[in-house]
């Protein structure tokens, strides 16, 4: 009877330690951006470092119970950087007015047939954008339509002067992440030592338009980003489903091809800031992934954490 005790106790601890971590971790993550949280958002984000369903109330206890955790008008945030919830509330009034464009002209994409779902993603999807930045959106495409689909948004917007340029990105709209509808795990496109950013890029999609249960179809097939034990390979090279591609779509990807800046070019499939493929277009030159890794690990180490994903 004594043993069955201890075994619960073991147990128990063991629960409190991974809730406590959790809730940690996740307020580290967002305070690489400056970004505090209320309860509902780190009860959400929890399962992202592998706290689970944490229900509400357990979330509070830690919250309010660490001295490495502050509070001040509901947001819970890292102590000593107060500074944060200011930050917060001007990039939230900052967000409105970029997500209502994006609603705007996220209904105008949903006339295309071959369109599945449009998102906001990054910063603006967690409403931490800067005023000057352009408003990111991931594309969900029907099966052998992608590159049509793409060279008659992105052409479509350019015409209308709403794509960025070198010199304007605010409030502009940047197309730089097409998936099909088959192509919906992006596991292979994470990072090899761990991808704590492409994780909570998951949980943090704000959906603008979904012809009809894509968005959960979608966190269904990265379902690895919200399991702790979870590991993913890296991929060494673009997945093809082997499916023929019509007339229309070659000529598509022939144009736009020769189109593409050099540097797409050079970079194409050689890891996965920039992927292109019949199944997958994926434009970051930029990619800063590796860096907000390793910032976060640096805070999960002064905070004493293992969680280190």
Request: positive net charge.
């Amino acid at each position: 009877m004594r043993s069955n005790l201890n075994v619960v106790d073991m147990d128990q601890s063991h629960r409190d330690n991974r809730a406590e971590e959790s809730v940690l971790a996740v307020l580290a993550w967002f305070d690489v951006f400056g970004y505090p949280l209320t309860l509902a958002e780190t009860v959400r984000f929890a399962r992202a470092v592998g706290g689970g369903e944490l229900i509400g109330s357990r979330v509070r206890e830690e919250l309010e119970g660490d001295r490495r955790i502050s509070q001040f008008d509901g947001y819970y945030f890292l102590t000593g950087r107060e500074e944060t919830v200011r930050l917060r509330r001007k990039r939230f009034r900052l967000a409105g007015r970029k997500l209502r464009r994006a609603r705007r002209i996220a209904r105008t994409f949903g006339f295309l047939p071959s369109v599945r779902l449009v998102a906001v993603c990054n910063s603006l999807a967690f409403s931490s954008a800067d005023d000057d930045s352009d408003i990111d959106l991931f594309v969900v495409c029907r099966p052998g339509m992608l590159w049509t689909t793409r060279l008659l948004l992105a052409g479509t917007l350019k015409l209308l002067g709403l794509r960025p340029t070198p010199k304007v990105q605010r409030d502009r709209l940047c197309l730089s992440f097409f998936v099909a509808e088959t192509s919906l795990d992006l596991s292979p496109h994470a990072l090899p030592d761990g991808d704590p950013y492409l994780r909570f890029w998951v949980s943090t999609l704000v959906p603008l338009y979904d012809a009809g249960g894509v968005h959960e179809c979608f966190l269904s097939a990265n379902s690895w980003a919200f399991d702790s034990a979870a590991t993913v390979a890296e991929a060494d090279s673009v997945r093809r489903s082997g499916r023929r591609i019509g007339p229309f779509e070659r000529a598509a990807r022939r144009l736009q091809w020769r189109k593409f800046p050099a540097q797409i070019r050079d970079m194409a499939n050689r890891d996965s800031r920039v992927v292109v493929s019949d199944e997958v277009l994926k434009f970051h030159v930029i990619d800063r992934r590796a860096d907000f890794r390793d910032e976060y690990r640096r805070r999960l180490g002064e905070l004493g954490i293992s969680i280190c994903r």
